[in-house]
């Protein structure tokens, strides 16, 4: 297994199953310090620098609160419209990076162009963490989600999954490339307009992930182990800031799970996770059932970049 000592999380591409273990077995150690609500000490050393140019609620924070509690040090931008690359400047990754690195010993990237992490990853001294990238990737999200699925049935293989929503998204990219690497099998339901690109499409049924596209989640939700889920309803991600129009949309219903939906049809096992936000794919009325995990999802969130923070950092072995 490479190091992860100094390494980029840029993509899951080519991250392997002992990669996919080691992160879960350091988030395991690690978590007494969010489980107990109790920061420790073991990145007192260490400066996290955030550069967000696309807003974002969930992996921002827990990428910063998994600093915090590992006793280590915040600092960044969270509106790039308050810094050079965002005003008159327009100041490039290049320059941006070259300047960030010396602010702390890691970067946490969002950014609205696909790419642009790995750009700044060519430039920086310092490890560049992928937070999300454009319609590209999003490992942080995806570790979490195999993260919870791995810890509530105890495995990543053999399972059935369900891909429902835009399948352009940056975490249905990464989780077909997760996929790929274990041994399951997948429906992937999406509008045409919202379908994976062909060429990326190509490229991960060569990988070897196994996966037939469907209409409507009636025809399979019986078989699935794990529903995952994305809005259709949805901004444009290569944007850096979209406002909603009075009228957004519905989601159609072959794209929506309803708290009907899973007591009629679903497993009595089967679990949904839905990295967030929601619209109305995802009605509220599933949240009170026992198949609702994306609280948890976002518990694990925290544990995941604990472990990532600590293993790029050298923290742990
Ligand atoms: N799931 C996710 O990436 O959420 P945020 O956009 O709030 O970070």
């Known amino acids: 297994m490479r190091s992860f000592i100094g390494r980029d999380i840029l993509s899951l591409k080519d991250f392997d199953r002992h990669e996919y273990a080691r992160v879960y077995e350091v988030a395991d150690m690690l978590e007494p310090y969010a489980r107990d609500r109790k920061n420790g000490d ?36 969270s509106d790039a419209k308050m810094t050079r690359a965002g ?26 162009q696909q790419g642009a992490p790995h750009e ?3 430039h920086a001294s310092v490890p560049v963490i992928n937070c999300g990238d454009g319609w590209g990737e999003h490992p942080t999200q995806v570790l979490t989600d195999t993260f919870t699925i791995n810890r509530l049935k105890g495995r990543l293989d053999g399972l059935t999954w369900i891909l429902i929503g835009d399948m352009r998204m940056r975490t249905m990219h990464s989780i077909s490339y997760a996929l790929s690497k274990f041994d399951t099998k997948a429906y992937v339901i999406s509008p045409d307009e919202m379908y994976f690109l062909p060429e990326f499409e190509s490229e991960v049924r060569s990988m070897g992930f ?94 995941i970049r604990m472990s990532l923070l600590a293993l790029i950092l050298g923290a742990v072995e």
């Open 87 to 112: 005003d008159f400047y327009q100041e490039g990754i290049q320059d941006t990076v070259k300047m960030l690195e010396y602010y702390g010993d890691v970067i946490a990237m969002r950014h609205f």
């Open 42 to 77: 073991l990145l007192k050393h260490k400066t996290l620098v955030t550069a967000f140019y696309q807003p974002s609620t969930r992996t921002r924070l827990a990428t910063e609160a998994a600093m915090h509690r590992l006793g280590g040090h915040v600092t960044g931008f």
């Open 210 to 303: 196994n996966f037939e596209r469907k209409e409507h989640i009636e025809q399979v939700i019986s078989e699935a182990d794990v529903i995952y889920m994305e809005p259709v309803v949805q901004p444009d991600y290569t944007k850096s800031r979209q406002e909603a129009t009075d009228d957004k949309g519905l989601t159609p219903a072959n794209y929506q799970v309803t708290k009907d939906l899973l007591f009629s049809k679903a497993k009595g096992d089967a679990i949904v996770l839905h990295s967030l936000p929601r619209q109305d794919e995802l009605t509220t009325d599933v949240d009170d059932t026992r198949f609702q995990r994306y609280w948890v999802e976002a518990y694990n969130g925290v544990l």
């Open 120 to 122: 700044a990853a060519k």
